[in-house]
T-cell receptor, first 110, second 113 residues
Framework: GEDVEQSLFLSVREGDSSVINCTYT??????LYWYKQEPGAGLQLLTY?????DMKQDQRLTVLLNKKDKHLSLRIADTQTGDSAIYFC??????????FGAGTTVTVRA | EAQVTQNPRYLITVTGKKLTVTCSQN?????MSWYRQDPGLGLRQIYY???????DKGDVPEGYKVSRKEKRNFPLILESPSPNQTSLYFC????????????FGSGTRLTVV
């Protein structure tokens, strides 16, 4: 099956930028997603990017896609305490299945 | 409000006692799916359904069953639960399998003792 990898932990100071990285293996991926999971809650879709795009910006969020290296990143500008959560990278391949990474726990310190 | 509703939110049960986790969506979505979340492993797909009466196995289907008799409901059945099925379960739906967004339920935390 598809393999999606991301680092498990990230600690960032409030006000700084956070960058969460993800690599995937399925070159037929159509959409790539970033989901946010707050404690005790389900997954909330943060943003997504279509595989023929290089970049997508949505307010404080910037997604970069390097299709050649199969690398996806999520940058959160001006990180706030409310951004503390687990962030999941996911890809959707042509068989319509969503494959998730293990999740990156982001801790924002004052 | 458009949502995916799972019940129960928390469940503790004993090995071998059949249980059902319900999932219902009110968005007329065709595609529904079940995932389990375990620490360090992310979310793994158990089963999915492209439409009514159409279901298929995901990556980790062993020990689970599903049914899709109506468009809105997609229950997850554990005929004989075992401790290795202790996990956090999520139901998700989308308008079609190829659409951009998946809506997730709030999760069901299952403990099998």
């Amino acid at each position: 099956g598809e393999d999606v990898e991301q680092s498990l932990f990230l600690s960032v100071r409030e006000g700084d930028s956070s960058v969460i990285n993800c690599t995937y293996t399925d070159s037929s991926s159509t959409y790539l997603y970033w989901y946010k999971q707050e404690p005790g809650a389900g997954l909330q879709l943060l943003t997504y990017i279509f595989s023929n795009m290089d970049m997508k910006q949505d307010q404080r969020l910037t997604v970069l896609l390097n299709k050649k290296d199969k690398h996806l990143s999520l940058r959160i500008a001006d990180t706030q305490t409310g951004d503390s959560a687990i962030y999941f990278c996911a890809e959707k391949s042509n068989d319509y299945k969503l494959s998730f990474g293990a999740g990156t726990t982001v801790t924002v310190r004052a | 409000e458009a949502q995916v509703t799972q019940n129960p939110r928390y469940l503790i049960t004993v090995t071998g006692k059949k249980l059902t986790v319900t999932c219902s969506q009110n968005m007329n979505h065709e595609y529904m799916s079940w995932y389990r979340q375990d620490p360090g492993l992310g979310l793994r797909q158990i089963y999915y359904s492209m439409n009514v009466e159409v279901t298929d196995k995901g990556d980790v289907p062993e020990g689970y069953k599903v049914s899709r008799k109506e468009k809105r409901n997609f229950p997850l059945i554990l005929e004989s639960p075992s401790p290795n099925q202790t996990s956090l379960y999520f139901c998700a739906s989308s308008l079609s399998a190829g659409s951009r967004g998946y809506t997730f339920g709030s999760g069901t935390r299952l403990t099998v003792v």
